[in-house]
């Protein structure tokens, strides 16, 4: 029976490995596929690997003229999405990046970087009955430790209820903001990606757990509500991990026409044990260190956001805005942002025009231990501690963008975007910028360039 | 330098000529005429066309239909009932597709197989070109 279990294995393994290459994702080591660290990131992926291989060995009937978007008609339908980009950034000593999950980026790192935007994801749904589906979607793109494995972006399990009312149990993609859970499908958004200002304010993107949607009409008003409880660790490039749990975001979404209006509340319990390790240093010097340690350690400490979106999309004309802010006691601190973006489309072509700012509502220094009542043995260690909290407490965020871009339309399924972005840092802050090299000047500006190709298959 | 003006002058004129083709076809939304449905406001159809529509108005499941991605018919209904344009739906239904909340309307190879399927299916709500009205199916007039 062992036997038969191993050769079961190393047969989806090998699948895996063999459907990844032929849906064109680099896999760059399958044996840190399939070991994978955590047991439930493994399942998935023999999930997703037995999807994938049962819908090559089922090819959808065939029907000349429907195409793959007739996808209600078979059991499994298989799509995919990608976006290839560069950036440059004119300041060369401090990275880049598009999400607080990357380790580096454009600038100091790569002149023109690919890592910023580039990635490429595949789904399969398949149609269990007419109530219950599954779906799996898998990206490649720069990963916390700058390989490109494919990790698990979705896997869940929906009922529909009604058609107005669904559960989903797995892993879901959390939309804190306006398009959150869509952030990464480019074609889908009209910039090269989200304000940073405002998407890179909650350090939670994804929950495993439940989640469920009801929809209401009320005269021609649509109103979606989502409820979503659950759990997640993700791995930080800078050492550690962020665990959050206790994790529950609800949401309201009123639709009119062209209108649409979101809120959202998310709360969870989150620990980055990186930071959690340093700052327990404090706890050796007496109740004065157990004081800042209690302030700023992010052990299990309650993480609360509140958003406020709204989008006006009358057909050539898009207006969208976000407003958002954190409450973390904790060395992460508490921001505020907001950003408008405005756009027309013109025949294939949509210019657009984008203001954001990020501002901390929390202190960016503190006294730290007050050296001159230690022993002299203990003033080294006390000063490095503290230079170290003010280190993390100046890097907190503060900065505004004001961003101008095209998309596109250049050809069917695929469009082209060109982005300048002109980002002012706060008064000592490095902003979003990462991996900070003697010589940075915090406080000055940064220009961005970027030119991206998004597909969808 | 003169060249390329007279040649993205004359891709201009070729666009613009498509353009005026296109909404010179006129295109219809119909159900079966022996459906209960009589009429839907523009931005009724519109909803169940983005699949934000469970149940029509009398408790019926409605099934939306979809001519060919790219065929003219299709391209000038989204603009007739929501001002968008081919890659402006693309754009939509990849958002719901990759979010996992939707799967976009069952598709048909053209209009004579679209009326088919609305006639046989009294849930279904399609889109033809007028001319081909006649007395099976029923156009929904848009308020």
Redo the contacts between chains.
């Keep these: 029976m062992q036997g038969r279990g191993l050769r079961h294995d190393q047969h989806v393994e090998a699948c895996y490995a063999a459907s990844q290459r032929l849906c064109g994702v680099q896999v760059t080591n399958s044996a840190d596929l399939a070991h994978s660290a955590n047991p439930f990131e493994r399942e998935l992926r023999r999930l997703i690997a037995l999807l994938l291989i049962t819908t090559m060995s089922h090819p959808v009937e065939a029907d000349p003229g429907t195409g793959p978007e007739n996808s209600s008609a078979s059991m499994f339908s298989f799509s995919g999405f990608g976006t290839v980009g560069v950036v440059h950034s004119s300041e060369d000593r401090a990275d880049f990046t598009s999400s607080i999950f990357k380790p580096n980026g454009a600038g100091y790192t790569h002149s023109w970087s690919p890592a910023v935007d580039s990635l490429v994801g595949g789904q399969v749904i398949a149609n269990l009955t007419p109530q219950l589906s599954a779906m799996v979607q898998a990206i490649s793109e720069q990963n916390y430790n700058n390989t490109y494995t494919p990790h698990i972006e979705w896997a869940n399990l929906k009922y529909q209820l009604t058609p107005e009312a669904s559960i989903r149990v797995g892993r879901t993609v959390l939309a804190s903001f306006l398009v959150s859970d869509s952030r990464k499908v480019g074609y889908a958004n009209p910039w090269i990606r989200p304000p940073v200002e405002v998407y890179s304010l909650v350090p939670i993107d994804s929950s495993d757990g439940v989640d469920a949607s009801y929809r209401l009409h009320l005269g021609q008003l649509i109103q979606t509500f989502v409820g979503t409880y659950g759990a997640t660790s993700s791995n930080q490039p800078t050492g550690g991990n962020a665990e959050a749990t206790h994790q529950w975001n609800i949401s309201d979404t009123v639709e009119y026409g062209a209108a649409t209006v979101r809120i959202a509340y998310q709360r969870a319990d989150l620990t980055l044990d990186g930071l959690h390790t340093f700052l327990s240093g404090f706890r050796q010097f007496g109740l004065q260190g157990e004081a800042i340690a209690d302030r700023y350690d992010p052990y299990r400490k309650p993480l609360a956001f509140i958003g406020i979106g709204g989008m006006y999309n009358p057909g050539d004309w898009f207006f969208t805005g976000e407003w958002g802010t954190t409450k973390f006691h904790s060395v992460l601190g508490e921001s505020t942002a907001w950003y408008l973006s405005a756009g027309h489309r013109w025949a294939q072509f949509t210019p657009y025009l984008t203001y954001g700012e990020l501002k901390a509502n929390s202190n960016t220094s503190d006294p730290g231990l007050s050296v001159s009542t230690l022993p002299p043995f203990l003033v080294g260690p006390a000063t490095g501690l503290n230079a170290g909290l003010n280190g993390i407490l100046g890097s907190i965020a503060i900065q505004s963008t004001t961003s101008a871009g095209v998309r596109w339309d250049f050809m069917k399924n695929v469009d082209l975007k060109l982005q300048y972005d002109h980002t002012r840092l706060g008064a000592g802050s490095p902003g979003t910028l990462i991996n900070l090299q003697p010589g940075f000047q915090p406080g000055g500006t940064v220009n961005l360039f970027s030119a991206a190709i998004d597909f969808v298959l | 330098m003169a060249f390329n003006k007279c040649a993205r002058l004359r891709v201009f004129g070729v666009?613009l000529s498509f353009a005026m083709s296109v909404a010179m076809a006129d295109v219809v939304a119909v159900v079966s005429s022996k459906s209960a449905i009589t009429t839907l406001s523009k931005?009724q159809i519109a909803?169940i066309f983005f699949g934000?529509?469970?149940?029509w108005p009398n408790g019926v499941?409605p099934v939306p239909i979809?001519q060919?991605?790219?065929s003219a018919a299709r391209n000038e209904f989204y603009l007739k009932v929501?001002?968008?344009?081919?890659?402006?739906m693309?754009?939509?239904w990849?958002?719901i597709?990759?979010?996992?909340r939707g799967?976009?309307?069952?598709?048909?190879?053209?209009s004579v197989e679209m009326k088919k399927r609305v006639i046989e299916n009294l849930a279904a709500i399609g889109y033809i070109d007028i001319d081909m009205v006649d007395s099976t199916v029923r156009v929904l007039h848009t308020q």
Excluded: L, N
């Excluded at chain 2, 934000?52 to 149940?55: F, L, N, V």
């Excluded at chain 2, 799967?103 to 053209?110: F, G, K, L, S, T």
């Design positions: 666009a931005s909803d934000k529509t469970g149940r499941q979809d060919a991605a790219g929501a001002d968008k344009s081919a890659a402006q693309k754009a939509y990849s958002k597709i990759f979010t996992g799967q976009p309307p069952q598709e048909v190879r053209d």
